[in-house]
């Protein structure tokens, strides 16, 4: 049984930074996508970055969209146990509460939809003011 837990949501003001974890258990081999969504009040669940697992010696690939890119960074601890995302000049558009998720095989096209994913944590609130 998957377990993905989320911490280090918080408030902090525009331009801060935050770096949210999300530990990983019960987990199955074998190449997995590994992602962070997130949704505000009345929206829908967004894609916002996401990393196959293992992380790749060589430097795989990294998946962003657009809003994020160049102020928030996908990363993965070489275990395999726990995946980051640091988000640093955050903006109140960024505010929402933000999940881990992950689905067996490698991240594809279709990455930032959330019905691509098998596995989800609880949620960990960011607020940006």
């Known amino acids: 049984h998957v377990q993905l837990v989320e911490s280090g949501g918080g408030s902090v003001q525009a331009g801060g930074s935050l770096r949210l974890a999300c530990a990983a258990s019960?987990?199955?081999?074998?190449?997995?996508?590994m992602a962070w969504f997130r949704q505000a009040p009345g929206k829908e669940r967004e894609g916002v970055a996401a990393?196959?697992?293992?992380?790749?010696?060589?430097?795989?690939?990294?998946y962003y969209i657009d809003r994020v890119k160049g102020r928030f960074t996908i990363s993965e601890d070489y275990a395999g146990t726990t995946l980051y995302l640091q988000m640093s000049r955050l903006k109140p558009e960024d505010t929402g509460m933000y999940y881990c998720?992950?689905?067996?095989?490698?991240?594809?096209?279709?990455?930032?939809?959330?019905?691509?994913?098998?596995?989800w944590g609880q949620g960990t609130q960011v607020t940006v003011s």
């Open positions: 998720a992950a689905v067996i095989g490698r991240c594809s096209w279709y990455w930032e939809k959330s019905t691509t994913y098998s596995f």
């Open positions: 990393i196959n697992r293992p992380v790749d010696p060589a430097g795989g690939p990294t």
């Open positions: 019960g987990y199955t081999y074998g190449r997995n996508c």
